[in-house]
């Protein structure tokens, strides 16, 4: 008897132990889910407050906008800009040079390579003289899609020997555009 109740509490004892780990795995994935919904949450206070000042900037952009005389011409983007860092300073925030509230993000800048307006335009590519060719021929009676298209099709079922043309042109373009660059980085 003695036996029977030392293994039933053995029994007992083995159930409440895989009874516990479940429930400790069950509190784990409740603990994970809580930590994702406080950082939603985090992000959704953060949009809340970038949107608030986001609006109250387009009220007083528009208040001064409407405030403005018409006889005054004063560039719209002169008015964004000065409303924009007024209402920022006012509102104990600081700005930047380039008249932006500063970002806390952690995205890595985007540095896209900007064309010099001086500098020469890129050469065009050998399909790109071939659009121009026949787009006059196509641009009569067809939407601008069902141009692009039929220049596509045509494009894809013209033989080499009617592309090389075609490539003659963009090696034309490039010579130039080399050249031009050489005379650019001179200057």
């Given at each position: 008897m003695?036996?029977?109740k030392?293994?039933?509490v053995?029994?007992?004892?083995?159930?409440m132990?895989s009874?516990?780990?479940?429930?400790?795995?069950q509190?784990?994935?409740?603990e994970?889910?809580?930590?994702?919904l406080?950082?939603?949450?985090?992000?959704?206070?953060?949009t809340i407050?970038?949107?608030?000042l986001e609006?109250s900037?387009?009220f007083d952009?528009l208040?001064r906008?409407?405030?403005l005389s018409?006889?005054?011409?004063?560039?719209?983007?002169d008015?964004?800009?000065?409303?924009?860092k007024?209402?920022?300073?006012e509102k104990g925030?600081?700005?930047e040079?380039?008249g932006?509230l500063?970002?806390?993000s952690?995205?890595?800048?985007?540095?896209?390579?900007?064309?010099?307006?001086k500098g020469?335009?890129?050469?065009?590519?050998?399909?790109?003289?071939?659009?121009?060719q026949?787009?006059?021929?196509?641009a009569n009676?067809?939407?601008?899609?069902?141009?692009?298209?039929?220049l596509?099709t045509?494009?894809?079922d013209?033989d080499?020997?009617?592309?090389?043309?075609?490539f003659?042109?963009?090696e034309?373009d490039k010579?130039?555009?080399?050249?031009?660059?050489?005379?650019?980085?001179e200057q």
């Amino acid at each position: 008897m003695a036996e029977e109740k030392n293994e039933r509490v053995s029994q007992g004892s083995a159930n409440m132990n895989s009874c516990c780990e479940a429930l400790r795995k069950q509190i784990c994935e409740i603990e994970k889910q809580n930590q994702s919904l406080k950082q939603k949450i985090r992000t959704a206070k953060k949009t809340i407050t970038r949107l608030r000042l986001e609006r109250s900037f387009l009220f007083d952009k528009l208040e001064r906008v409407e405030s403005l005389s018409t006889q005054e011409e004063v560039p719209f983007s002169d008015v964004c800009q000065d409303s924009f860092k007024t209402h920022s300073l006012e509102k104990g925030r600081e700005v930047e040079k380039n008249g932006r509230l500063p970002s806390h993000s952690k995205k890595a800048p985007n540095f896209k390579a900007r064309r010099d307006p001086k500098g020469p335009r890129r050469p065009l590519s050998a399909f790109s003289w071939f659009c121009q060719q026949r787009f006059a021929d196509l641009a009569n009676n067809l939407s601008t899609q069902e141009v692009n298209n039929a220049l596509r099709t045509s494009w894809k079922d013209l033989d080499s020997s009617e592309k090389e043309k075609f490539f003659q042109l963009y090696e034309q373009d490039k010579k130039r555009f080399d050249k031009e660059m050489l005379d650019c980085e001179e200057q």
